[in-house]
């Protein structure tokens, strides 16, 4: 099946600086790609629906400042957390979709683990 | 607002046992995901229900989709330990690809 990847898996930053997340479709063309956050034991919230060429769609109480969506081509797209704290530190779980043919799948990355110091 | 419920929360079954996941949503949808995520792991695909009526199999778990009662169930079929695991339905929000998830629903299948 497709394939979505994401790097890091992990990064521990300190609280004030960015951090830049990154996510892939390995083998497809994804003109859209959402961003979800995890927080430990609850379900996924959808962050953001990241789109090529055009500005990101923000779901309500997320800051767009802060979490700062880029997608550059139509296999990137990145998250950048501006100024983390400790709150922000989640899992943070990106998907993308063909966006043609039949298959309707959305296929996600394995995920990155921030932790905020 | 499409709101999705799921129940159990939690289920604790014993291998060879049977057992169905409810899956409700508040608002129309075009499609409905199950996925499944173990501990500290990202979400694999188990099913995407198109339609109403549809019904899909994959080993011991069935997931059906009744679009006008805005239901879908996973039916997990002689339990084995290795489907513990935490599984998730999500619905599509109106025409769009965006998905809402429901709490999940964290199996533990006992020897």
């Known amino acids: 099946g497709a394939v979505v990847s994401q790097h890091p898996s992990r990064v521990i930053c300190k609280s004030g600086t960015s951090v830049k997340i990154e996510c892939r479709s390995l083998?497809?063309?994804?003109?859209?790609m959402f961003w979800y956050r995890q927080f430990p034991k609850q379900s996924l919230m959808l962050m953001a629906t990241?789109?090529?060429?055009?500005?990101?769609?923000?779901e309500q109480g997320v800051e767009k400042d802060k979490f700062l969506i880029n997608h550059a081509s139509l296999t990137l797209s990145t998250l950048t957390v501006t100024s983390a704290h400790p709150e922000d530190s989640s899992f943070y779980i990106c998907?993308?979709?063909?966006?043609?043919?039949?298959?309707?799948?959305?296929?996600f990355g394995p995920g990155t683990r921030l932790t905020v110091t | 607002e499409l709101k999705v419920e799921q129940n159990p929360l939690f289920l604790s079954m014993q291998e060879g046992k049977n057992y169905t996941i409810y899956c409700n949503y508040s608002?129309?949808?075009?499609?409905l995901y199950w996925y499944r995520q173990d501990p500290g792991k990202s979400l694999e695909s188990l099913f995407v229900l198109l339609s109403n009526g549809a019904v899909k199999q994959e080993g011991r778990l069935m997931a059906s989709l009744d679009t006008k009662a805005r239901l879908s169930t996973l039916h997990i079929t002689a339990a084995v330990h290795d489907l513990s695991a935490t599984y998730f339905c999500a619905p599509s929000q109106g025409g769009s690809e965006k998905l809402v998830f429901g709490k999940g629903t964290k199996l533990t299948v006992n020897p």
């Open positions: 998907s993308a979709t063909p966006g043609s043919g039949s298959s309707y799948e959305q296929y």
């Open positions: 990241s789109n090529e060429g055009s500005k990101a769609t923000y």
């Open positions: 083998d497809f063309q994804a003109t859209t």
């Open positions: 608002t129309t949808s075009d499609r």
